[in-house]
C-alpha cells in the first residue's frame, strides 16, 4: 500500500490546530476587551439619598394656671370719735396675686362702749390692685355718737385682670388740731404726697387716712374727696378724727376704673 498522498489531496496541516486555537484566543480576548470597554464606558448610578423625615416636635403643654386667692381680708378696724362726729375705719388688704377687686364698698355698723348699736353706713366705692392694702373710713356725723368700735362687712363688685389706675398707699404726717393738741380726743389732719399709675388730670379720687398707736390700735381716721391735679404725685391733705396722740399715720387713695 501506497503511503503517498495521492495527488490533488492535502493531507492533515500541522499548523490547522495551532491556526485554529489561536483564533479562538484572538476572538475570546476582543469579547473580553469589549466587555471591559463597555464595562468603563458607562458609570454605575448613583442610588438616590432616601428622604430622612424631620420628626414633628412635640407642643409644649400649656401650664394650667395657679388658682387665684380672690378675696379681701380685713387687717383691723376701729372708730375715731369726737363731739357729734365718727370716722369708722377698716384697712383691706385684696389678697389676689393676679386679680383686681373692683366696686368694692365696706359697711359698717358702730357699737357704744358698752356694745350697743349705734349708727350704720357704707363706704364709698374703691377698686384694690391686687396684692393692695388701702384704708377705708366713712363719716359718721349725728348717727355714729359716741362710737368706740365697729363690725364691717365687705361686698365686692367684681373680679379683674385688667385693673385700672391705683395709688401706693404711703405715711403722711399728723397734725393736731383743735382738741387734740393736749393729747385728748380731737380733730387734727394727715399730709403728705400720694403716689398713682396711670390717672389722668382732673378725675375724682376719694382719699383715706388712719393713724395708729405704737401697738398697731387705730387711733382716728378720715375721709376726704378731691379732683387729681394730674401727674404721678401730688401733695394731699386729709382731716382726721382721733381719740389721743397717734404714733403714726398713713395715707391711701381709690380712683375709678
Not at 96 to 122: C, E, M
Not at 132 to 158: F, H, I, K, Q, Y
Not at 236 to 254: F, M, T
Request: hydrophobic share 40%; glycine share 14%; aromatic share 4%.
Amino acid at each position: 500500500m501506497s503511503i503517498l498522498t495521492p495527488a490533488g489531496t492535502h493531507g492533515p496541516d500541522p499548523y490547522d490546530g495551532g491556526v485554529r486555537t489561536l483564533g479562538t484566543a484572538v476572538a475570546a480576548l476582543a469579547v473580553f476587551v469589549a466587555t471591559a470597554a463597555a464595562a468603563c464606558g458607562s458609570s454605575t448610578p448613583t442610588p438616590a439619598p432616601s428622604h430622612v423625615q424631620t420628626p414633628t416636635p412635640k407642643p409644649t403643654p400649656t401650664p394650667v394656671p395657679t388658682p387665684d386667692n380672690e378675696s379681701v381680708s380685713v387687717v383691723t378696724t376701729g372708730v375715731g370719735a369726737w363731739q357729734l362726729v365718727a370716722i369708722p375705719v377698716a384697712i383691706l388688704k385684696n389678697n389676689a396675686a393676679n386679680h383686681g377687686a373692683a366696686a368694692v364698698v365696706v359697711h359698717f355698723v358702730t357699737h357704744s362702749s358698752g356694745g350697743a348699736a349705734l349708727g350704720t353706713l357704707d363706704s364709698e366705692a374703691v377698686n384694690l390692685a391686687p396684692g393692695e392694702t388701702l384704708p377705708v373710713a366713712a363719716d359718721c356725723t349725728d348717727g355714729c355718737n359716741g362710737a368706740a368700735s365697729t363690725d364691717v362687712t365687705v361686698n365686692v363688685g367684681s373680679w379683674t385682670t385688667s385693673t385700672g389706675p391705683f395709688f401706693t398707699t404711703t405715711s403722711g404726717a399728723y397734725q393736731c388740731g383743735t382738741g387734740a393738741c393736749g393729747g385728748g380726743r380731737g380733730q387734727g389732719s394727715v399730709s403728705g404726697p400720694l403716689t398713682v399709675s396711670r390717672l389722668a388730670a382732673d378725675s375724682s379720687i376719694v382719699v383715706f387716712a388712719v393713724c395708729t398707736s405704737a401697738g398697731g390700735a387705730v387711733m382716728g381716721a378720715g375721709v376726704t374727696q378731691t379732683i387729681w391735679p394730674g401727674g404721678s404725685s401730688a401733695p394731699v391733705r386729709v382731716p382726721v378724727i382721733v381719740n389721743s396722740d397717734p404714733s403714726a399715720c398713713q395715707l391711701g387713695a381709690s380712683a375709678g376704673w
